[in-house]
């Protein structure tokens, strides 16, 4: 890909051309799925119910520093330092 930039003129009406060839970049597609499911379908009042939080990276690029919270349980929030693809 070429690419070329010219600069607006200054005071004394010149500008500045820079040319030159650069190398296409390719972008990352970034995403996260959840999934949150309980350990039992049916559940009686008053019982303990453990919920899963499976976080999957479901983009194209390694992600870092990924902080995983749910607002029902803020004592259960983790931070993962890594989540590949």
């Known amino acids: 890909m070429c690419l070329q930039i010219e600069s607006p003129e ?47 990276n479901a983009g194209n690029m390694d992600l870092t520093d990924v902080a995983v919270s749910d607002s029902l349980a803020p004592a259960c929030g983790a931070s993962l330092a890594l989540l590949k693809v």
């Open 10 to 56: 200054d005071d004394q009406g010149t500008s500045a051309v820079w040319a030159g060839t650069i190398a296409a970049m390719e972008m990352g597609d970034p995403a996260i799925e959840f999934q949150k499911t309980p350990d039992m379908q049916t559940v009686q009042s008053g019982s303990a119910v453990i919920f899963t939080i499976r976080v999957e």
